[in-house]
T-cell receptor, first 116, second 114 residues
């Protein structure tokens, strides 16, 4: 099993350009997430999808949109990239969204995005 | 909203030294607590987790963490580190039954010198 797969792994954009980060998981997980990782700030949740057909904002959603295409795929779109969006982006999935003993996320390898 | 603080941003150790990484969180209710690790060039993976019960939890690769409720802390320890423990370590918290909206600390980079 590949787990969580993200594409592309690296991307350089100019300010104002748009792009979509793709994420797919093959673990039949219900929930999927997009995080960004910045030095010293840990990971911050951008958007999440608790189940197929639903999406919700996380901590830092401004400038991003998401689509839960099906149970496997969850994409993140930057409509008009800004230098502040230079970051490493991680997609993650989990078996369920809620429950007493939740919290284990499975991460992709990350996508390094630079906006000039 | 909850927050997580990791006090050490960088730690440099020699092999066989003991490691302790601090993690404190702010949230008034009951929580699930986690340590994730990111080895160089790899994705984040779960090191250990605490849901309930014995506050001393053991994870993979000889790591353990102790939950001290009164101090809102969940410190990570390893008695004797190896060069292969070089990685970035993240503490994370989520309120129980509130969904998987994990809040991560800023991370601690650990460098183990051979």
């Amino acid at each position: 099993n590949a787990g969580v797969t993200q594409t592309p792994k690296f991307q350089v954009l100019k300010t104002g350009q748009s792009m979509t980060l793709q994420c797919a998981q093959d673990m039949n997980h219900n929930s999927m997430y997009w995080y960004r990782q910045d030095p010293g700030m840990g990971l911050r949740l951008i958007y999440y999808s608790a189940s197929e057909g639903t999406t919700d904002k996380g901590e830092v959603p401004n400038g991003y949109n998401v689509s839960r295409l099906n149970k496997r795929e969850f994409s993140l779109r930057l409509e008009s990239a800004a230098p502040s969006q230079t970051s490493v982006y991680f997609c993650a999935s989990s078996e369920v969204w809620t429950g007493i003993d939740t919290g284990e996320l499975f991460f992709g390898e990350g996508s390094r995005l630079t906006v000039l | 909203a909850q927050s997580v603080s990791q006090h050490n941003h960088h730690v440099i150790l020699s092999e066989a030294a003991s490691l302790e990484l601090g993690c404190n969180y702010s949230y008034g209710g009951t929580v699930n607590l986690f340590w994730y690790v990111q080895y160089p060039g790899q994705h984040l993976q779960l090191l250990l987790k605490y849901f309930s019960g014995d506050p001393l939890v053991k994870g993979i690769k000889g790591f353990e963490a102790e939950f001290i409720k009164s101090k809102f802390s969940f410190n990570l320890r390893k008695p004797s580190v190896q060069w292969s423990d070089t990685a970035e370590y993240f503490c994370a918290v989520t309120p129980k039954a509130a969904g998987n909206k994990l809040t991560f600390g800023g991370g601690t980079r650990v460098l183990v010198k051979p």
